[in-house]
């Protein structure tokens, strides 16, 4: 099945510094990923879409210069939390569509732990 | 706008029991239906969809019935093993464009016992 692979697993960092997470699609083209916020015992929260090559369609308050995206190719997504404080601390998580066939499913990345000091 | 309700949890069973994890939604239109499940340290997968009114969606012996007159996606399995012991998510999302986003409930745990 299509697998879509996230880097870091988990990541500590200060205060006031960037954090970058990647997403990838290792075996199909994404024409779209999604990344999505989950807190403890939450459901997602779909943060922003985003298609090869253009800018990020960002959910309503989501701050797009805090949570920069860019997905440069088909494969690759990656988000980096600008300025990071520890109210972002999370759990980061990406999925990657297709856009194969009538019902376009969308794959999951494992997920990245942000834990910030 | 849509949203997604699911039971509280968390659902702790024996083995070979019956589960029942309910669902029901709001939405415009008529949206696909979806259960996902997140086993420990993984992500999410699709666990089993449905995308029009008495559709029934079932894998690994799990089996969710679209049921738009009481706006329910049910999951249901006759005999629950230990390793179905995950975080089940209930969502529902439009087919294309515009439509695709997702809508995720909140999750439940189950956990069986052997």
């Known amino acids: 099945g299509a697998v879509v692979s996230q880097h870091p697993s988990w990541v500590i960092c200060k205060s006031g510094t960037s954090v970058k997470i990647e997403c990838r699609s290792l075996d199909f083209q994404a024409t779209t990923m999604f990344w999505y916020r989950q807190f403890p015992k939450q459901s997602l929260m779909l943060m922003a879409t985003?298609?090869?090559?253009?800018?990020?369609?960002?959910e309503q308050g989501v701050e797009k210069d805090k949570f920069l995206i860019n997905h440069a190719s088909l494969t690759l997504s990656t988000l980096t939390v600008t300025s990071a404080h520890p109210e972002d601390s999370s759990f980061y998580i990406c999925s990657a569509r297709d856009g194969a066939g009538v019902l376009e499913t969308q794959y999951f990345g494992p997920g990245t732990r942000l834990l910030v000091l | 706008g849509n949203s997604v309700t699911q039971m509280e949890g968390p659902v702790t069973l024996s083995e070979e029991a019956f589960l029942t994890i309910n669902c029901t939604y709001t939405a415009t239109g008529y949206p696909s239906l979806f259960w996902y499940v997140q086993y420990p340290g993984e992500g999410l997968q699709l666990l089993l969809k449905a995308t029009k009114a008495d559709d029934k969606g079932s894998n690994k012996g799990f089996e969710a019935t679209y049921r738009k007159e009481t706006t329910s996606f049910h999951l249901e399995k006759g005999s629950v093993q230990v390793s179905d012991s995950a975080v089940y998510f209930c969502a529902l999302g439009g087919v294309t464009g515009a439509n695709s986003k997702l809508t995720f409930g909140k999750g439940i745990t189950l956990s069986v016992r052997p």
């Open positions: 985003s298609n090869e090559g253009s800018k990020a369609t960002y």
